[in-house]
C-alpha cells in the first residue's frame, strides 16, 4: 500500500544493474550478482544504502510515485537524494560522496554521465540546466 508505482527494469548483459534493495520486489534468482553497502558517510552504516546487483534478465521494482528514468551523457551530472534514488547503471559517484562526512539532511547521490538512472517523486525528466541537475 505504501508503494502502489510498479516499474519493470531490464538488466543488460555487460553492465550490473544496482538497485536500491528495499525497491526490490520480484525478479529472476538466476540474474542476481551480489549485493553490497553503498556508504554516503565513509566508515558508517548509519546512512548505508544496500543494493542489489542483476546481470541479464529483469527486475520490477515498487515505488510511491512514478519513476522516471534519467540518461546521462558524458560531461553530465545528476544529484539525487538517497529517497529518491530507485536503480542505476554504472555510477560514478563523485569524491565528495566518498570521502566528506556530511549531516543526514545534505546526504545525495551524484552521478557523472555516461550513465543511466531511475528515480523516483518527479512526474517528468529533470531539464539540462549549466550541464547539472538535482533532483
Known amino acids: 500500500a505504501d508503494a502502489p508505482f510498479l516499474t519493470r527494469l531490464a538488466a543488460l548483459p555487460d553492465?550490473?544493474?544496482?538497485?536500491?534493495?528495499?525497491?526490490?520486489?520480484?525478479?529472476?534468482?538466476?540474474?542476481?550478482?551480489?549485493?553490497?553497502?553503498?556508504?554516503?558517510?565513509?566508515?558508517s552504516l548509519r546512512s548505508a544504502v544496500v543494493v542489489t546487483e542483476f546481470k541479464l534478465g529483469?527486475?520490477?521494482?515498487?515505488t510511491r510515485s512514478r519513476t522516471v528514468r534519467v540518461a546521462l551523457a558524458e560531461g553530465e551530472v545528476l544529484t539525487v537524494r538517497k529517497e529518491s534514488?530507485?536503480?542505476?547503471?554504472w555510477p560514478k559517484l563523485g569524491v565528495l560522496d566518498l570521502l566528506l562526512p556530511r549531516?543526514?539532511?545534505?546526504?545525495?547521490?551524484?552521478?557523472?554521465?555516461?550513465?543511466?538512472?531511475?528515480?523516483?517523486?518527479?512526474?517528468?525528466?529533470p531539464r539540462?540546466?549549466?550541464r547539472q541537475r538535482f533532483v
Open 15 to 43: 553492465q550490473p544493474l544496482s538497485l536500491v534493495s528495499s525497491k526490490l520486489l520480484v525478479a529472476p534468482l538466476e540474474s542476481r550478482v551480489g549485493a553490497r553497502r553503498v556508504k554516503l558517510i565513509p566508515f
Open 58 to 62: 529483469w527486475a520490477v521494482v515498487a
Open 85 to 89: 534514488v530507485v536503480a542505476w547503471f
Open 103 to 125: 549531516g543526514p539532511g545534505n546526504l545525495a547521490f551524484t552521478f557523472r554521465g555516461p550513465a543511466v538512472v531511475w528515480i523516483e517523486g518527479s512526474a517528468e525528466e
Open 128 to 130: 539540462m540546466k549549466f
